[in-house]
């Protein structure tokens, strides 16, 4: 189950070579066969679109071929991360595979979105600074006002740089941002309060509509392992 958060990934799986993940509204629900090899990168919010050349709404609830996006070039990338991968094999077994060679693959992705970044003359710097001030818990009017839009061109903006506008970043950030709160062991109607919640039925209501189960259904591995003493 892979949460909302506003960013678009570039991955590569053994079954479907290279993709590009949108931005989704609500959680993915990933499915892996046995055996499967992944390495991805995730993009900062609002970087994406510089890098794959088209605007984040375009790709909203989507896993689309890099191939579609960037034609051949994307088959160049494909070979240098499977050269990567083919790294000298350490231990037995069908599914082993070397220490080294999922982060030399993702160190490959890292150089080509940066790359690719560079040519396109950096990122849209009203993006990290939208997502900055809505992760922080600012109002929509308080977002647009500092970075000198109007609310409706902020809309705009964010459809292009993040696949929704803010009111709907905002929804996601804020869900993200009480998770991580309640998994260092805050109650549930605290981290609600503390993250602008008007209550823990707010809370519980928010999250299984954008990740289909309810806060206590995601943070259960966590709150079940043991604290530190």
């Known amino acids: 189950r892979v949460l909302p958060d506003g960013c678009l990934d570039l991955l590569w799986s053994s079954r479907s070579g290279l993709l590009v993940a949108g931005p989704d509204r609500t959680a993915h629900l990933s499915r892996s066969a046995p055996g499967d ?13 510089a890098v794959f050349g088209v605007p984040a709404e375009e790709l909203r609830d989507r896993r689309v071929p ?29 599914d082993a595979v ?17 790359d690719r970044l ?55 950030l804020r869900m993200r941002r009480a998770l991580d709160l309640a998994r260092t062991g805050a109650p549930l109607a605290e981290v609600a309060v503390r993250s602008g919640y ?7 209501r928010e999250v299984r509509e954008l990740t289909g189960v309810p806060p ?5 591995p966590a709150r079940s392992r043991p604290q530190a003493s």
């Open 98 to 114: 070397s220490a080294a060679d999922a982060p030399a693959a993702a160190s490959v992705l890292t150089r080509v979105a940066r």
């Open 198 to 204: 008007a209550d823990q039925a707010h809370l519980t």
């Open 216 to 220: 206590t259904r995601l943070l259960a």
């Open 118 to 172: 560079r040519a396109a003359g950096g990122p849209d710097p009203v993006g990290a600074r939208v997502a900055a001030r809505l992760a922080a818990g600012a109002t929509v009017a308080a977002t647009a006002a500092e970075v000198g839009l109007g609310e409706r061109a902020l809309h705009r903006r964010s459809r292009a740089l993040f696949g929704y506008g803010p009111k709907t970043l905002a929804r996601i």
């Open 37 to 49: 090899r992944w390495v991805g990168l995730r993009l900062p919010p609002g970087t994406g679109p």
């Open 66 to 94: 890099l191939a579609d996006l960037w034609g051949r070039a994307a088959a160049e990338v494909t070979e240098r991360v499977e050269t990567a991968l083919a790294a000298p094999i350490r231990n037995d077994g069908p």
